[in-house]
């Protein structure tokens, strides 16, 4: 089902304008931004286990396009899904074989995620 502001508002038993500014005041972003950042950061999630084809991810996350979709992602994260994805995999590969090291994840992690 779509969320649109109105039904929102009405739920939250504001007017859509006060809705929105108090939304705002509180989140820093508008309810769209809020839940488009949403779906993105569960996307991350989803294609670094890598189970589940792109598209599927898109339609899983609540997007209806995988166009849409694939140019939201690029713009907060920097990269395609698919780009994301072999980075994932390349990260957790590197961590397996670093694993027997005493080299904290969290170094493997900024070392290898963000070249």
């Not at 809705?19 to 991350?44: G, N």
Request: hydrophobic letters at 40%; aromatic letters at 14%.
């Amino acid at each position: 089902m779509p969320l649109d502001l109105v039904t929102i508002s009405k739920r939250a038993q504001l007017s859509p304008f006060h809705f929105l500014r108090s939304f705002r005041s509180a989140f820093e972003k508008t309810p769209h931004a809020y839940l488009t950042h949403v779906r993105i950061e569960r996307a991350k999630e989803l294609l670094a286990s890598d189970h589940l084809p792109v598209t599927e991810v898109c339609f899983e996350v609540g997007f209806e396009s995988l166009g849409s979709f694939s140019t939201l992602f690029a713009k907060h994260v920097g990269e395609s899904p698919s780009s994301f994805r072999r980075r994932m995999n390349r990260l957790y590969r590197s961590a397996e074989i670093w694993s027997g090291l005493a080299i904290p994840h969290c170094f493997l992690y900024r070392f290898f995620a963000f070249p």
